[in-house]
């Protein structure tokens, strides 16, 4: 019995222990499970942290810029566009010394001292030279001594920074290169115990507790000026707790890893300031030029004030849409500058009495162009391993011509509120986008998605897709050329009634815009007035696949659909896809991939890819210069003819307008040898905008080649085109020019028999002229 | 100790023991040295309507130096620069067709021999050159039809 009694109380002393046992060890366990992802999680978060810190502070953006302006003897420049390039390179007039980064002018001679430059094919050391223009042209340039140069290459300006990985701006400062009173002013009002605290102010984050629990809101903020940083590098708004608690865990690590001036000059970087469009404002350097057009260096203690004002609330605060609340809280920090023996008070007093000083827009240099911006980073991505464009430090050689781009801008801006104004319509109502390129290079000069160029938000030009209507016609009248056994500039055309069946039963009627039907008409002419019926018979009568075909070997990627309407243009196209495959047209029949970019060096200033010239023969040059006929006689008498009164040299331009179904869509593409260009102007909400293409885009095209550079070239046709005098109305050749003729090109052995009639009655040339002589 | 604490520790300890992505190394994109018997500049008789600017032609010279010194690199960047100034000029065209052949990038140099001669109007010479350098092309890409083609041609142009 006893020994039962010792066995039970043994057994359940045993149990006992075995319990505690299994209780300790799991206990155990929990607590080296719990160190272990407390580990785990704290060694994240300080890898976090040091990926982001390093990659901040260490990593240089991206530099872009524009192409560097080259200046050489005959070339067309004027003295303005030559003062704005200097200005745009932040060139100075010199007050004594010509020394490097000024200029001197006089007796329509620049004296220039350039800055060294960083090019793709190496250092350009600094040089001075001397160019001499006189009206519009480039008369001389010559070293400071005299001796003639042949080609000097300004450094190229730039226009913006960002990091390729996130695609923001920036604008990087030293801490040394920070005025000390903005720093001061910061500190002072933000985390006055900065250099003193281990990252935490328990004691404020108390007081603001308590305040807030009182007021029932957060109106006391106790964070440092390192827990801001932390939460402007990784974290979102999110008030919850555990946010809170992560906020807290990082900055400790931060406080832990770097030193104080090193946190102070990542946050100075960092923190944000604003908004403009879809583009943040990171970092009092890129805020300083986007509200006030200068350096940091350069602000005024009250503008200073306004910076560091805008920290507590960017939005809130914000000077340009409100500028009451910005100019109290500006104020504010006025205050605590004066109350701080930062400033003098009489001085606070006064300046609390400025007015704010922001401006309206940017000034010329920084991300000026975005939507430039967003195609050089379409193509980055495009060309690039990611791995290529995360290196730190890239400088990106562009294309951009900001001479061309500013003539767009000034284009689309003034004719949009032109229009809008004589139609009646309501004010930015219309939109529109613009690309120009060079026309045998390809290389993209101008780019311009939204009426207002500076904002930055959907690119219309990179993305909108639209019906591109008439614009597809020389694509079909370029498939009937390929065959010139059947097809010539001359080819009758059908342009009476025509009504299909679809397969859906219903009759389509397609009809011509002045409602008209034209009969027989020669093709050069058909095209020239967009006739849609006349196009409908043509495409119908090669069959949609020819078409599809041209298309493609244009540029297009995909094939075109098999519908009849196909051809009067229901594809839908970018401004930028349109642009590419009137390249290939433009380039005389060589497909010739865009370019935004020419070159991207890294950091140490090795090449990292070049994009070289590349062209492909797709059409074939005699069709390729048939079609560009073609599109000559859109501009001498068909849909686009209005360009002749507004700009002189017309003879070189092709064309073609588009129109699209309710004029929703007014369309415009038009190149010389030199330049090409397309214009889109609609309305956002699709509806339509009441302008045809030779209404609404036309004008704009017009306005920005007015002003470009133009040679007026014309090329000889290719081998194997004879270009006759003809009779449009007989279609028969004349002996040479004579009132009402044409010249047109035709693939030899296609030229039309002779016995053509001039509009004055006779058969042209010599034996017209006797003939007159003695009647 | 129970095994899944173990397997926790192991875990752990891998991965803390992750280290972060090395940079790669961006290759160089130097091109190699040519045989440089030939001249750069493509043979030419100033035509009707190229008439050549010193600017250019001092361009050119430059390219063929940087060219018979192997720096192929710069040759083309000097001859994109040029073609900048006189996009239409065909001997540029034909240079750079050269080089490409020399880079061995042969389907490039072909399509910018067919670019030059749609511009070289009625310049013989060129476009006799261009006719050699795009048979030459269509040989080694094994092009043979486009490379009768051309010789045919290249026999009708003799006198």
């Known amino acids: ?775 | 100790m129970p095994r899944h604490i173990l397997l926790l520790i192991a875990l752990a300890g891998a991965l803390t023991a992750c280290s972060t992505p090395q940079r790669m190394d961006m290759p160089s994109t130097t091109a190699g040295t040519p045989s440089t018997e030939a001249p750069l500049s493509a043979p030419s008789r100033p035509s009707a309507t190229t008439d050549t600017s010193p600017t250019v032609l001092a361009m050119m010279q430059r390219a063929d130096q940087a060219y018979r010194e192997g720096r192929l690199d710069v040759a083309e960047m000097t001859l994109e620069r040029a073609l900048r100034i006189e996009p239409h000029n065909p001997v540029l065209w034909s240079n750079l067709a050269s080089l490409r052949m020399q880079q061995g990038r042969v389907a490039d140099a072909a399509e910018l021999a067919l670019k030059s001669n749609r511009l070289a109007a009625d310049d013989r010479r060129l476009r006799r050159h261009n006719l050699q350098l795009l048979h030459e092309a269509y040989t080694q890409l094994g092009r043979a039809t486009k490379a009768e083609a051309v010789a045919r041609e290249l026999q009708q142009m003799r006198p």
């Open chain 1, 1 to 775: 019995m006893a020994k039962q009694r010792k066995r039970r109380s043994s057994k359940k002393k045993a149990r006992q222990s075995t319990w505690r046992g299994i209780l300790l060890r799991w206990l155990l366990a929990f607590v080296i499970l719990a160190l272990l992802i407390g580990g785990f999680a704290l060694a994240y978060l300080d890898r976090q942290v040091v990926e982001r810190f390093e990659g901040a502070r260490w990593s240089l953006p991206a530099k872009v810029y524009a192409r560097p302006l080259e200046l050489y003897p005959g070339q067309t420049l004027t003295r303005e566009a030559l003062r704005r390039e200097l200005e745009r390179l932040g060139y100075r007039a010199a007050q004594e010394r010509l020394a490097a980064g000024t200029y001197q002018y006089a007796n329509n001679s620049f004296a220039i001292h350039q800055r060294p430059a960083r090019f793709w094919d190496g250092e350009q050391p600094a040089q001075a030279f001397r160019v001499t223009i006189v009206g519009e042209r480039v008369e001389r340039l010559a070293d400071l001594n005299g001796k003639r140069l042949d080609l000097v290459r300004m450094p190229p300006p730039m226009i913006g920074s960002f990091y390729p990985s996130h695609g923001e701006d920036r604008v990087l400062v030293k801490l040394d290169e920070v005025p000390p009173l903005l720093v001061d002013t910061l500190l002072a009002v933000e985390d006055r115990a900065f250099y003193e605290h281990f990252g935490l102010r328990p004691a404020a984050i108390l007081r603001a507790a308590l305040v807030n629990l009182r007021a029932g809101r957060t109106v006391q903020g106790g964070s440092t000026l390192t827990q801001q940083l932390v939460k402007n590098f990784f974290l979102s708004n999110e008030r919850t707790i555990s946010r809170k608690l992560v906020e807290v865990l990082m900055a400790l690590i931060v406080e832990w890893r770097y030193d104080k001036n090193d946190i102070l000059e990542a946050y100075l970087n960092e923190v944000y300031l604003g908004q403009a469009g879809a583009r943040a404002i990171h970092g009092f350097g890129l805020a300083s030029e986007f509200y006030f057009n200068r350096p940091l260096a350069e602000l005024n203690p009250e503008q200073m004030a306004l910076l560091v004002g805008l920290v507590k609330g960017p939005s809130y605060y914000s000077p340009r849409r409100n500028p009451e609340r910005a100019t109290d809280r500006r104020n504010v920090v006025l205050g605590v500058m004066g109350s701080q023996d930062l400033l003098a008070e009489e001085r606070v007093s006064l300046l609390k009495s400025s007015p704010l000083g922001i401006t309206s827009a940017p000034r010329s240099g920084r991300s000026l162009y975005p939507a430039f911006m967003d195609l050089v980073k379409e193509q980055l991505r495009r060309d690039y391993s990611e791995a290529d464009i995360r290196e730190a430090g890239l400088k990106i050689f562009t294309t951009l011509d900001p001479e061309v781009q500013g003539r767009v801008e000034q284009a689309v801006t003034t004719r949009l509120q032109q229009l809008e104004r004589q139609r009646g319509l309501p004010g930015g109502s219309l939109q529109a986008a613009a690309v120009v390129t060079t026309a045998e290079s390809a290389e993209v000069l101008a780019v311009v998605a939204d009426r207002d160029p500076r904002y930055q938000g959907f690119n219309r030009a990179l993305n909108a897709k639209r019906p591109i209507g008439s614009l597809i016609k020389p694509a079909v009248y370029l498939a009937a050329l390929r065959q010139p056994q059947q097809f010539n500039l001359l080819t009758l055309l059908d342009d009476s009634p025509l009504a299909l069946e679809q397969r859906n039963g219903e009759v389509w009627r397609p009809q011509n815009y002045d409602r008209e039907y034209h009969g027989q008409v020669p093709l050069y002419q058909a095209l020239a007035h967009s006739y849609n019926v006349a196009t409908v018979r043509l495409g119908l009568r090669l069959g949609l696949g020819q078409v599809s075909e041209v298309m493609q070997d244009l540029g297009l990627e995909a094939a075109l659909p098999a519908n009849p309407a196909m051809l009067l243009g229901t594809l839908e196209l970018t401004p930028l896809q349109v642009t590419r495959l009137y390249q290939t047209l433009a380039a005389n029949g060589f497909r010739t991939p865009q370019r935004s970019i020419r070159a991207v060096l890294d950091a140490r200033g090795e090449p990292l890819q070049r994009y070289p010239l590349q062209v492909q023969q797709r059409i074939d040059p005699a069709a390729a210069y048939l079609i560009q006929a073609g599109m000559r006689q859109v501009v001498e008498e068909g849909t686009a003819r209005s360009l002749k009164q507004r700009l002189a040299h017309t003879a070189t331009i092709r064309g073609k307008t588009g129109t699209t179904n309710d004029l929703r869509d007014s369309w415009f593409v038009g190149f010389d040898s030199d330049f090409l260009g397309v214009v889109w102007v609609g309305r956002d909400d699709n509806q339509p905008a009441g302008l045809t293409g030779s209404s609404g885009a036309l004008p704009i095209w017009t306005d920005v080649f007015a002003h470009l550079p133009r040679r007026h070239a014309t090329l000889p046709p290719p081998s194997g085109v004879n270009e006759v005098w003809v009779d449009p109305h007989s279609g028969k050749r004349l002996d040479g020019p004579c009132e009402g003729a044409l010249h047109l090109p035709f693939i030899a052995g296609t030229e039309p028999p002779p016995g053509g009639r001039c509009a004055s009655g006779g058969g042209a040339g010599i034996m017209n002229f006797l003939e007159n002589l003695f009647n």
